[in-house]
């Protein structure tokens, strides 16, 4: 690091130095770390705006050395109609935790889609069945794909069904990623009974209804809720939730911004029902799954622990590679 000077990182940057797999470690570190107590407890602040809105997720790691993040994204779901831009895009600013100096600036795009799924593998490790070979993905952006490519590398998945509210985006995903992964992806029209022959189902979409119902749902499925990260979003039906064991990334979040929040608000549930934060199983402090029939959601609504965890590898790698721009704030 240059004395006093902030390194500048672009999404092309990111996307070269952060890889998937090295992603996923550091993210199961960080939710262990925080378990341990080992953080800054993350927090999160949204405002809503005109067809989208921003959200703030702030946290802190004591990794090779401590680290504080924080990222502002904007989430505005036209944008690739209206605009022809992502509909998800922002900054982190990574800081010493101890001095608060800016090391770092980077485009927060890469790092979004990669720790989100980072964390669904994760999740799936620690709490899908070890037989689970067939998956159903619902929403076929760019989540669903680092999704799918997360559960190959904790599953070994034999078949996938690929769900989207537009049939092409399900159809460019089945062929791109058959070809990629080199397993069988098919795109499907008729959800519930894709989920019904799955083993896991990953819902990555801005939904505000729910997608997964009681009803759909067999006897030792593993659900990961990705989508629902404002409390304007709901991915699963709050009978569902109440009646499956419950693991969250982040209770406090969850409970106001997660699939969670419906639940709570209709008395279905109490925060005292959820069986565990992700930090918790991998730590070893709560059990994962205890029987092959158990049905569990995973409540992911992203929480800057996975921030910090993956900025902090792109910093320090590109400190040691010569990679990004140099630039003093304070001149």
Known sequence: ?????????????????????????????????????????????GVHAKDGGFHLKAA??????????????GN?????????????????????????APLAVLDSIEITILRTGAATGVAAKYLARDDATVSTICGCGNQGRVSL????????????????????????????????????????????????????????????????????????????AVGADNETKQEVDPHLLAASKVVVDSLEQCAVIGDLKLALQRG?????????????VIAGRKPGRESPEEVIVFDSTGTALQDVAAAAIVYEKAVKSGRGLWLNFAD
Not at 33 to 40: C, Q
Not at 60 to 73: Q, W
């Open 60 to 73: 802190g790691l004591e990794l090779s050395r401590p680290y504080f993040a924080a990222k502002v994204n």
């Open 149 to 224: 490519r997360a559960l190959t590398q904790v599953r070994r998945m034999t078949q996938v069904y690929a769900f989207d509210t537009d049939s092409e985006q399900s159809a460019r995903y089945a062929s791109e990623l058959s070809n990629e992964l080199r397993l069988a992806v098919t795109a499907v029209r008729d959800l519930p009974e894709a989920v019904g022959k799955s083993d896991i189902c990953i819902t990555c979409t801005p939904s505000r209804q729910p997608l997964l119902h009681q009803t759909q749902i067999v006897p030792g499925t593993f659900i990961a």
């Open 76 to 100: 505005f779901f036209r944008n690739r109609e209206r605009f022809d831009m992502p509909n998800i895009q922002g900054l982190i600013v990574l800081c010493d935790a101890e001095n608060g």
């Open 1 to 45: 690091m240059k004395s006093q000077e902030t390194l500048l990182l672009s999404r092309g940057d990111v996307a070269a130095l952060l890889g998937l797999d090295e992603c996923i470690d550091a993210v199961e570190q960080a939710f262990k770390a925080h378990a341990e107590g080992r953080s800054l407890p993350p927090g999160v602040l």
């Open 268 to 280: 279905l549930m109490t925060q005292a029902d959820v069986h565990a934060e992700l930090g918790e």
